[in-house]
Nanobody, 120 residues
Framework: QVQLVESGGGLVQAGGSLRLSCAVSGSIFRINAMGWHRQAPGKERELVAALTSGGKANYADSVKGRFTISRDIVKNTLYLQMNSLKPGDTAVYYC??????????????WGQGTQVTVSS
């Protein structure tokens, strides 16, 4: 089975940094795109950052200049470096990937989420 497992969340004071990781496992033919979403209580899930298969990065306006998305191809791991964190960044962060598993068509997969809490 294809699995995405996030880690690295936690509690941090405003202005601090966290590095989220998303490990992808399974019989995967191709990773088409990967990204991070987040969801705060009472709000819809929103895209934070994404990487296309060509390496192009896109960011939400609220995190531009503070967050950096990257991928380790050998380890099949996605990262989100979060600097200058604000209380508004508090949310559950989810790893997302569009994958093409062996023997299947492309589809979206989601991790279980990791909590990020930023205190004032």
């Amino acid at each position: 089975q294809v699995q995405l497992v996030e880690s690295g969340g936690g509690l941090v004071q405003a202005g601090g940094s966290l590095r989220l990781s998303c490990a992808v496992s399974g019989s995967i033919f191709r990773i088409n795109a990967m990204g991070w979403h987040r969801q705060a209580p009472g709000k819809e899930r929103e895209l934070v950052a994404a990487l296309t298969s060509g390496g192009k990065a896109n960011y939400a306006d609220s995190v531009k200049g503070r967050f950096t998305i990257s991928r380790d191809i050998v380890k099949n791991t996605l990262y989100l470096q979060m600097n200058s964190l604000k209380p508004g960044d508090t949310a559950v962060y989810y790893c997302n990937a569009e994958l093409t598993p062996y023997g299947m068509g492309p589809r979206d997969y989601w991790g279980q989420g990791t909590q990020v809490t930023v205190s004032s």
